[in-house]
């Protein structure tokens, strides 16, 4: 790097150059072409007298390459400052960030004009996108830790009793231990689904579904779910071929019931499946309070929770989203007089390739 010349001075030993060669270019062009207009008789030869003043054309020749070197080094240095300072902002805030630190943006520069401002403006653009996914990684890693804690704590109490005589290994606490480790792997199926999903690489195996069919099949798991809850289950479904994931489907309307029976109050869960021209709308309504006003966008963001949530993993709605919008939808909340209802919007046609 220190054998390197700085482009301020490339500029201005370029410019300097380029002045020179102008001034000897021209020069020796007028001599030449005066010669040749001479020779051919086009304009009278000078004066014997005229050799006399040769000294005076070399000086005046070397004055003007002189005075041309000099402005061509003034206009070098002013453009050079012009697109070096800039340049070496972002070059030295992009070191700092390459050190570690995200916060690093670069301050405005009055030389920077045009494509400069442009370049500085996307850097901290990039650095501010940079600085976001690195907090949203250091909080997306403390809230796994904080909900794989619950259940592993748990477990190793329960386990550590059973070695120490406190608790007896009967089918009660084997049962108890079986429902930690489901929530466990429903967890971690959660955030995978959901990290694929952020990164475009949630995998789907496309084929041609009757919707309705497909969550009436499910009746007898969503009864499982809800009776024991208090809920009733009432099923809407108009019939046609959609063609979607059936186990991405399935994934979603489960979590959505899983999230209306830990949330809302017992009611009759209402599941209705509807066509719109070219989309698929699958509703689950239910009876309860629903989302706050300021919340329901939040909602179906990693760990969210509302004020009155306090169980859950705060993946459901965030999975929810992830499956439609990777089928080419959206899901969506909708607060009427009655009922509080999650949509999963989906098209009808699929062009995608089958994973």
Known sequence: MRGRISLARQLALSMAALALA???????????????????????PPPPSASDTFGLDVGITLAACLMGVLLALAI???????????????????????????????????????ETALLIADFNAMASRLQRMSDDVKVWNAQIAHELRTPLTILRGRLQGVKD??????????????KQVDGLARLVEDLRSVSLADSGRLELMFSDVDLAAEVNDMRPILTSMLTPAGFGLELVLQPAIVRVDPARIRQAIIAL????????????LRIVVEFSDQTAVITVADEGPGLAEGFREDAFTQFARGERISEGSGLGLAVVRGIA?????????????????????LPKSQSANVA
């Open 165 to 178: 005589g406190v608790f007896v290994l009967d089918e009660k606490l084997v049962d108890d231990l079986m």
């Open 76 to 114: 070098a240095i002013r453009l050079a400052r012009r697109i070096v300072r800039p340049l070496g902002a972002v070059g030295e805030a992009a070191r700092r960030i390459a050190e570690g630190n995200l916060t690093t943006r670069v301050e405005s520069v009055g030389e920077a004009h045009g």
């Open 22 to 44: 102008a001034v000897a270019v021209i020069t020796l062009a007028f001599y030449v072409v005066y010669a040749v207009l001479e020779r051919w008789r086009i304009v009278a």
């Open 325 to 345: 919008r990777a089928h080419g939808g959206d899901a969506t909340y909708l607060r009427t007089s009655s009922h509080s209802m999650f949509r999963i919007s």
């Open 257 to 268: 019931v899983d999230n209306a029976r830990r949330h809302a109050d017992p009611c009759t």
